[in-house]
């Protein structure tokens, strides 16, 4: 398991603690491995189903450059993703680490992100593809992974809407 960073886990939980006290839900949704990166992604507008349950703050963990993304996405539809703009997700690991030890939970595709949070043994969704780019990590049958206990996985079945259907009920009973 990882340990997170104490001093930037405690500036990561006093900065969520500021924005509200609901539960905080980190999200991260596009791989960018060259040679499945778009099989493994999904598109932030598939999401909305999830992102428009008012009882949860989401927070932005997508490594890379998607400030302006989230701005624009948040104007358009009306919802408020919090991303810490100053934070390098791709580059700060550690800070990265510390951010999601104070999450409640993680939704994320097979990237960098999940292998964090599941090494950190922190609850979360793992949207799995259903072609070649599921790696064997993500057992090809099975919603759990002997590698991360804390990982639940959701297949694609040609479309996300199961998928992302579930997670839903899921949160909602939270």
Not at 6 to 26: D, S, V
Not at 136 to 155: A, D, G
């Amino acid at each position: 398991y990882l340990k997170p960073d104490i001093r930037k886990t405690e500036y990561y939980k006093k900065k969520l603690e500021l924005i509200n006290q609901l539960p905080k839900i980190g999200i991260s949704w596009i791989s960018k491995r060259l040679d499945l990166g778009n099989d493994k992604s999904i598109n932030l507008e598939e999401l909305l189903p999830i992102l428009r349950i008012k009882n949860f703050t989401f927070v932005n963990l997508q490594y890379g450059n998607y400030s302006k993304d989230i701005h624009e996405f948040n104007k358009k539809h009306k919802l408020k993703i919090i991303d810490f703009e100053k934070l390098d997700k791709f580059n700060d690991i550690e800070g990265l680490v510390s951010l999601i030890s104070n999450l409640n939970l993680v939704i994320t595709v097979s990237n960098t992100t999940a292998h964090l949070s599941g090494s950190l043994g922190k609850k979360t969704f793992l949207l799995a593809p259903d072609n070649r780019a599921q790696l064997f990590y993500w057992m090809l049958s099975k919603e759990k992974t002997p590698w991360y206990h804390s990982i639940k996985i959701f297949k694609k079945n040609k479309n996300w809407h199961k998928s992302l259907k579930k997670i839903k009920e899921l949160l909602q009973k939270f």
